[in-house]
């Protein structure tokens, strides 16, 4: 058994050792891929023969050895939420509209499926230990999801939550407790969700199903609670972001920028009639407005207004951080800014920011390639 720590950046799972990283691949997936390139093969090929009198001088481009070519299919893979627990790796898998909970023994054992479903939407899971069980967060189809709770073998048993709310990042307090995020949900006309409230922490017991609030910060958002060692509790926090800003200053904002952008339409349009029925294209005058496209950084479904440092390391908001919270009460305390997500395994809070994943005294335990985003953590023993 050696100290490790497991991290996902871009939906790809590595695993630290020894001050080194190396990205883990489901043997599940490798054999997926293996037998997709196994029928995206070609055996042989028979070039077309010449074009008869009264025939299309071009072959069918879907006609392959005088049959039909196959529809390519792809496979699409990303990693959810990964833990170390007793001395292996859990982790949760989507691959296409498919999602699997796996378990990988280091020493040996190899890889081990223990479900793998289509209508089963699970966005994050705890483990605890004795005895064995899970808890899991899965999605409704309605926007709004709720707590279960399973056997060591992944079987649902029960529905500890419910209600028109997100309830997400579940922990096991102790064997009879988890503790998770939720923010309740508002509807127009009951159909779609029109807007939410801010997370909080909340409480459920596992035999009476009653739940608490534990926390809750007005015009802030609590996320991956996790209890410490000297038993105060922490999370992320980050600014609460309606889903739908529809106020005054939204309202003003686009009717200033109307007139821009009938504008622009405008000049589209007749930059388009030119090139169909004239022979030279229309040039704007002036500096080029395009802008390079770039992907937005997003965290826990919400987009993130990230920067880059001269060396061109990801940095976020120091709005995003972590705090503790006393058991006595009282202000909590900052552990960190600008983070990206954190893990309480063990009691001890490990964090990241941007691609630094440190301890919350602030010593640096390893430096991910600067490209990579954390967004989940777990530390542990590994077989």
Known sequence: MAAAFTYISDGRLHVVRDGRASE???PFIRDKIAE???ERSFKGYTAPRPARDGEDAHPNPFQVWGGQARVRRDLRHRFLQARIAGGRLLYLLRFNDCVGMFRFDPGGEGEDRLFHKN???????DWWPDPQRFVFEIANPDGSSDLYLADGEGRLQEQLTGGDSVDCHPRFLDAGTVVFASAGLARQDGAGVAERTPFRLMSCTIAGKAVDELQAVPGQDLLLPGRLADGRLAALQRPYRPLHDGGPLAFLKALVLLPLHLLAALLGFLQ????LFGRRDFTLVGPNLEQRQQRPLALFSQAVKASRDRSGEIQ???EYRVVAFPAAGGAPTVLGEGVSCLSCDGGTPILAAGSSIRAAGGEVLFKAPREHLVEQLSAGTLR
Do not use: A, N
């Open 24 to 26: 883990h691949e489901s």
């Open 316 to 318: 976020l908001p120091r």
């Open 272 to 275: 388009g009639f030119i090139r």
């Open 119 to 125: 209508d089963l939407d699970v966005r994050g899971f």
């Open 36 to 38: 997709l390139e196994r």
